[in-house]
T-cell receptor
Framework: DAGVIQSPRHEVTEMGQEVTLRCKPISGHNSLFWYRQTMMRGLELLIY????????DSGMPEDRFSAKMPNASFSTLKIQPSEPRDSAVYFCASSPTSYTGELFFGEGSRLTVL | AQRVTQPEKLLSVFKGAPVELKCNYSYSGSPELFWYVQYSRQRLQLLLRHISRESIKGFTADLNKGETSFHLKKPFAQEEDSAMYYC???????????FGEGTQLTVNP
């Protein structure tokens, strides 16, 4: 298994543009997490899904952020419109069950908003 | 609410010296605690969990409920230990994993 796959690995965009980040979890995992990593705040949980259903989206910064998981093998995190303060590394992670602390992370998508 | 605090953003030691990365947490129940590590140009990965009571790569961590701490220790640091370390907490009843701010460890030759 190639592990959790994220795309794009790097994205540079201008303020106001729409950004879509993609994630393919490990096959058979039923929980999926989106995290944002910044120097100041470390790793922040944005949202997580269990069996494709959003369970907790309290970490989503504001209405500009949205996440979907249309099926067990694909999820997207969308930012519209993007702002410079959204610049960060966005990680997707998956887990085989809902009640373990072991997450399997992707390599991250580094977003720069100019 | 659950919270994890890592008071040191940067920690630098010399090879062979002991190292301790501090982690404090706040949670009203009985959480599960973890340490994750991110080596340069690698994925974030689980290093160890408190329920396993194991030593991984020479690292150990003891959960101290009285002090609500879960410090990571290694008696003799190696250069390959240089990495970003995250302490994390999850409630035993749920899957939300909360991370601390991270500590960048540098082991100098």
């Amino acid at each position: 298994d190639a592990g959790v796959i994220q795309s794009p690995r790097h994205e540079v965009t201008e303020m106001g543009q729409e950004v879509t980040l993609r994630c393919k979890p490990i096959s058979g995992h039923n929980s999926l997490f989106w995290y944002r990593q910044t120097m100041m705040r470390g790793l922040e949980l944005l949202i997580y899904f269990n069996n494709n259903v959003p369970i907790d989206d309290s970490g989503m910064p504001e209405d500009r952020f949205s996440a979907k998981m249309p099926n067990a093998s694909f999820s997207t995190l969308k930012i519209q419109p993007s702002e410079p303060r959204d610049s960060a590394v966005y990680f997707c992670a998956s887990s085989p069950t809902s009640y373990t602390g072991e997450l399997f992370f992707g390599e991250g998508s580094r977003l720069t908003v100019l | 609410a659950q919270r994890v605090t890592q008071p040191e953003k940067l920690l630098s030691v010399f090879k062979g010296a002991p190292v301790e990365l501090k982690c404090n947490y706040s949670y009203s129940g009985s959480p599960e605690l973890f340490w994750y590590v991110q080596y340069s140009r690698q994925r974030l990965q689980l290093l160890l969990r408190h329920i396993s009571r194991e030593s991984i790569k020479g690292f150990t961590a003891d959960l101290n409920k009285g002090e609500t701490s879960f410090h990571l220790k290694k008696p003799f640091a190696q250069e390959e230990d240089s990495a970003m370390y995250y302490c994390a907490l999850t409630p035993t009843s749920g899957s939300r994993l909360t991370f601390g701010e991270g500590t960048q460890l540098t082991v100098n030759p």
